[in-house]
Each structure stands twice: as structure tokens, then as C-alpha cells.
């Protein structure tokens, strides 16, 4: 077996007969000598003529291609129960490994399901009506179901990233996301996958609970197991010796729950800043060198820029895109972005962020572990004093970096809609003094990309969680607490929706074999 890469212009897509020519060259015999040839990756390079890359797996007579097969999801219905807290990427996939485990997955959700939740997500838009338990960040599916559905991840050293990739293809996903270098699933398909995973563990005898929004975690002894009894606001209760925390970076609730507790926390930093938003008739033209035509791909751009020993970078960048209202309470202007599988908004967004470490706001210092949390908060609730709804408080890019006020500003995605604002004032200082610096910077690496015809908008700050749950590194369990399995991005451990699964895939290996 031998792999090679080759590539094609961006309208033509290889066929067969090509590929196995293109693998006989590569193996040094003749097309019809190749037993087997696949596509492993594909990747867009606009550098010089425009193309698609791909790496190619081929085999000769008498050899294999590598395959990849999924174990078989088991009937747990009379299997041991594990809870599960939360119906994110983290919970599902982790869900979705203890069926092949044998272990009886029982999954707890606060919020809606996908069906349900999309009538809240519709009136947060239209009327400002803010859900505390289900909107973008809360209900079937986690953030990740109204957020793109993008699957690239950089950790390498998680898991097995084909089970979560395989898995999603397997409820319905295209293939493409196999192979792509950036997979991207989309928000329009993604509840019809997340419902059909829902289906596939009930199936199996697992269980789903929605509106279970968990306030209380009790353990007791017998012998020599932990049982934890997982305590509902309705009144609810449910056992089981191992219960996974996959709860999401906006359960705040959680963690002061362990607070009052008296359990290990850590102060963890994360990254906060705005969203750019430009048309994405600037990013094509800038990305594709001025060469762009109907049908290509609409570009998309990665940016990092260090800046006072901090990194400005750009998060969650989405091409063809539109913005949403993040928030979780009243009270608060979050925001994020989010693409359809088509990518076809006239609008690209990115959160452009600032990173910020424990001790970078010293006049936090007094909440200890929440000085992060407390600082975020914060941050989102001047955002929304200044506007007293849920529009955003908004600048002209151009005007944003030289503290000068905007003269009307240009049309937005953002449905509830934006309000000129001195955003270069609302925002931390030092946030504002390192963006600026950043949004110059990116222009030397993207020509055209400061322009007074994108729009800034405040704020991004659910990056991550600025607090971690620690767990131990052999057992997967909070220290001191045994069958309590914190995972993803509410426990400080992922970010996005492929390190949150890898993640819970992680938790879940541990706590069926124990």
C-alpha cells in the first residue's frame, strides 16, 4: 500500500480510470495492476492556479487497502447504567460509545429536543426572547447543533477521530467529511443527525430525559463502590456508579455547584473579543486572488497574530455564514456564527479574540477561581447595558481601530439587529489595544481585509470555559471523587465539536472499563 498526492483543477473531479492511473505511475505498474485505490484527504490550495489536492491510498495485486470498521452498537437495555449530563457532542458520542461497550447509556439533558428547541432559537432571533434553558448554547445537541457543524480539530493525541467522523456519516452526514481537510457539516443538517444518534441509542435500550436540568450530585458507599444519586430540578433522581459531566462551557450553574461543594476547580484561560463581519465578496476576492467564480467554494481564512505576549487569532471562522445570539440569561449580548451546508450568505464571520490568562484581570482577583467567569460575565452584561436588547452594539472595522465614531453602518446578518456603539470603549482595554494592533497585522497577510465595508460586533466570549474541573489522568475521575467523569468543553477540555466528542469517547472508555 502506498500513498501519493496529486492534483486536479477545482471543477474537475477525478474519476476512477484517473486515479488508478495516477497510482499505477506511483507504484510502478501498470492501471490495471492496482487493486484498489481510494481518496484520503482533499484540500483547496488558491496559492497559484486554483486546485483541489488529493492524497491518494493505492494498492497492488495482492495487497489491502487499510479499512476502518465500526464496532457494533450492543443491546444495553438490561446493562449497567452510566448517567450521562448533557446532550452536547460530548454526551452523545460518549453515549454512543457505551453502547458499544455494553454499558446502558441514561442521558440527562436541561433543555429541549432539536425539534422543539428550534421554535426558542426562532423566537431568541425575531422576538428577543430569551430561553434560559434552551436557545443556541442549551437542548439537544449543544452548542455545536446551531454552530456550523465544523469538524476540524488539531488534537492528535485524544482518540480516533474515524469513530466520531464514521459515526456521523454512519447517521447521515455527507462523505465528503471523510476526506475534506476542513469537514463541515452545516446547521441545516445537523438536527436531523443529531435526532437520528437519539434514535440509535434509544434503540439500543438507552434512555434520553429532556428538561433535566441536574442541581445535585450525592454520593454514598456500599462496599466498596461510589454510587451517585444525580438530582433533578423537577424532582427527579437517578443512580448509577459512574456518572459523565459533559455539560458545555455555558453551564455556569455547574460550577459553582462545586464551589459549594467544597470540589477541585481551576481558574483557565480562555479568549475573548468581537466578531468580523465582512461580505464574503471581500473574502473570496482577497482569498482567491481576485479569480473567483460562481460554484467555487466560498473561502474562508485562518488568522493569528501575537501581540504583547498574547495570541489575537481568529475562532470559528465561517465562510458563507450568518451571526446568532449566543446568550443564556437575559441580560447579556453573546455572540457567535454559524454556516448552512451551502455556505451561501452573502456574510463571512469570525470571532477575532484576545487570549486572557488567570492574573490578566487583576481587579477580579477577589472571586479566586471565578475571576475569569466573573470577568466574562461581565463583559456580556456591558455589552447589552448599552443597548438594552439583544442587538449588538456595533462599529465599522476601520473606525473600531482608530476610536472613531462610525457614520451609519452597513448591513448585518445579525437578525436582532445592531446599534452604533463606541465599541473600542465597551470593550476591556487591553482587549481593544492588542485587537487593534491584530486587525493591522491581518491586512499585511490578507490585503483588503481592513476595510471600512466589514462591521465589528461585540462581543465573542464564549470561546471556552475560563474554568476547568480537573480529573486524573489514569482514572478519568474528578481527584477524591470516584465515578465522576467531568469531559469537553464545560470541563476544560476541548473546543469545538470533534475535540468534545473525542473527549467523551475518552471518559466513556474509562468508565466502562472500571
Known amino acids: 500500500m502506498k500513498e501519493f498526492d496529486i492534483a486536479f483543477p477545482i471543477r474537475h473531479t477525478p474519476t476512477e480510470e484517473e486515479l488508478r492511473q495516477a497510482a499505477g505511475r506511483a ?5 490495471e495492476r492496482v487493486a484498489a ?4 484527504r482533499r484540500s483547496l490550495d488558491a496559492r497559484g492556479d486554483i486546485l483541489y489536492r488529493y492524497r491518494i491510498q493505492a494498492a497492488a495485486a495482492g495487497e489491502a487497502l487499510e479499512t476502518y470498521t465500526l464496532p457494533p452498537y450492543q443491546d444495553v437495555s438490561h446493562a449497567e447504567p ?29 433543555g429541549k429536543d432539536v425539534h422543539a428547541r428550534k421554535f426558542d432559537v426562532a423566537a431568541l432571533n425575531q422576538q428577543q426572547r430569551v430561553n434560559g434553558e434552551s436557545n443556541y448554547c442549551f437542548g439537544e445537541g449543544g452548542a455545536g447543533t446551531f454552530s456550523d457543524g465544523k469538524l476540524f480539530t488539531r488534537s492528535s493525541k485524544r482518540g480516533d477521530l474515524r469513530e466520531v467522523l464514521h459515526q456521523l456519516v454512519a447517521f447521515g452526514a455527507s462523505e465528503s467529511i471523510l476526506v475534506d481537510a476542513h469537514p463541515h457539516i452545516g446547521s441545516d443538517a445537523l438536527p436531523r443527525i443529531v435526532e437520528r444518534i437519539r434514535h440509535c441509542i434509544v434503540e439500543h435500550g438507552g434512555e434520553y430525559h429532556f428538561g433535566e436540568k441536574v442541581i445535585g450530585l450525592k454520593a454514598s458507599r456500599d462496599g466498596q463502590h461510589t454510587h451517585w444519586k444525580v438530582l433533578c430540578e423537577g424532582g427527579a433522581s437517578y443512580t448509577a456508579r459512574h456518572v ?3 455539560t458545555g462551557h455555558s453551564a455556569r450553574d455547574m460550577y459553582h455547584y462545586f464551589a459549594s461543594q467544597g470540589w477541585p476547580l481551576e481558574a483557565k484561560g480562555f479568549a475573548l473579543g468581537v466578531r468580523a463581519e465582512h461580505p464574503q465578496s471581500i473574502i473570496n ?16 481564512y485562518a488568522l493569528v497574530e501575537q501581540v504583547e505576549d498574547r495570541g489575537v487569532f481568529s475562532f470559528c471562522m465561517c ?12 441580560g447579556e449580548v453573546v455572540l457567535n456564527g454559524m454556516s448552512n451546508s451551502m455556505r ?22 477577589r472571586y479566586g477561581v471565578f475571576a475569569l467567569l466573573e470577568f466574562q460575565q461581565a463583559v456580556e452584561r456591558t455589552m447589552f447595558d448599552f443597548t438594552r436588547t439583544l442587538q449588538a452594539p456595533a462599529q465599522r472595522l476601520v473606525d473600531f481601530c482608530r476610536k472613531k465614531d462610525s457614520q451609519g453602518l452597513p448591513r448585518s446578518s445579525y ?20 485587537l487593534r494592533v491584530a486587525f493591522a497585522a491581518f491586512d499585511r497577510k490578507m490585503k483588503g481585509y481592513y476595510t471600512n465595508d466589514a462591521l465589528v460586533l461585540g462581543v465573542e466570549s464564549r470561546t471556552s470555559s475560563p474554568v476547568r474541573i480537573p480529573r486524573d489522568p489514569e482514572t478519568m475521575c474528578v481527584p477524591g471523587l470516584e465515578g465522576l467523569y467531568p469531559c469537553g468543553e464545560g470541563a476544560g477540555y476541548a473546543g469545538g465539536i470533534t475535540s468534545s466528542a473525542l473527549d467523551g469517547i475518552l471518559v466513556a472508555a474509562a468508565a466502562a472499563t472500571r
Not at 37 to 40: C, K
Not at 84 to 109: N, S, Y
Open 319 to 330: 465562510p458563507g455564514g450568518i451571526l446568532v445570539p449566543s446568550v443564556t440569561a437575559p
Open 37 to 40: 485505490v481510494r481518496i484520503v
Open 344 to 365: 451561501n450568505s452573502p456574510w463571512a464571520n469570525a470571532g477575532i479574540v484576545c487570549a486572557v490568562n488567570p492574573g490578566d484581570v487583576p481587579a477580579y482577583d
Open 27 to 31: 507504484l510502478g505498474v501498470k492501471p
Open 285 to 300: 476576492r482577497i482569498q482567491y486572488h481576485g479569480r473567483f467564480q460562481p460554484g467555487m467554494p466560498a473561502a474562508e
Open 244 to 246: 459523565i459531566l459533559a
Open 415 to 434: 437578525q436582532p439587529g445592531v446599534v452604533n456603539a463606541p465599541l473600542y470603549d465597551l470593550l476591556p482595554a487591553f482587549v481593544f489595544e492588542r
Open 82 to 110: 452510566v448517567v450521562v449530563i448533557g446532550g452536547g457532542p460530548a454526551g452523545m458520542f460518549a453515549a454512543l460509545h457505551l453502547l458499544m461497550a455494553g454499558r446502558k447509556p441514561v442521558l440527562l439533558e436541561r
